[in-house]
């Protein structure tokens, strides 16, 4: 009779041990695993809205930075800088964003206010309001991105240039 007694009490505090133990444990291991369950990296693959149209005034290019959110497995990062974008608002509400980088060797393009023209200050490359190339050692054109226009807001593509 004791040692059945004995017995009952050594099976039942093993158990309650076990079941205290998965108690706690389980927790820890699914907040381990949970990462790896989810999507857990995002914030370029979008279109990111530069603003409103009309921020954007016609005819005259405007540099902006771009800013995201991005998300790695325990963090989110608000209102990142991405980078900057030149955008040029055209007479018929249609937009070009365009590379801040020249595409001869990626210096920073400036927009010439008397000239009316896109002007590398490195090695003296030029482009019209379009992005062509009009003079200097450029290869082509300025790198442009996707863009739409979605409920009056300017979305750009800065994984994908055209
Ligand atoms: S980097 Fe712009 S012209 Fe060379």
């Known amino acids: 009779m004791e040692n ?3 017995r009952f009490l050594k099976i039942a505090s093993h158990s309650l041990g076990g079941i205290l133990a998965a108690g706690i444990a389980a927790p820890l291991v699914g907040l381990g695993i949970h990462p790896l369950l989810k999507e857990t990296v995002y914030g370029t693959e979008d279109f990111i809205n530069l603003g409103k149209l009309e921020d954007f005034p016609v005819g005259v290019p405007k540099k902006i930075n771009v800013t995201s959110s991005k998300m790695d497995a325990w963090n989110v990062f608000e209102g990142l800088v991405m980078g900057s974008v030149w955008v040029l608002r055209k ?3 249609s937009i070009n964003v365009f590379s801040v980088n020249c595409p001869h060797l990626g210096c920073g ?3 010439g206010e008397e000239e009316k023209q896109f002007l590398c ?3 003296g490359g030029v482009f019209d309001m379009s992005g062509k190339v009009i ?4 290869p082509r054109g300025l ?3 996707d863009t739409k226009i979605q409920n009056n807001s300017v979305l750009v593509n800065y994984n ?3």
Not at 135 to 138: A, C, E, N, Q, R
């Open 135 to 138: 003079s200097g050692p450029p």
């Open 160 to 162: 994908k240039l055209i």
């Open 4 to 6: 059945n007694r004995r």
């Open 109 to 111: 393009i400036n927009w």
């Open 121 to 123: 200050p490195c090695h």
């Open 91 to 93: 007479e018929d509400n």
């Open 143 to 145: 790198y442009s991105y």
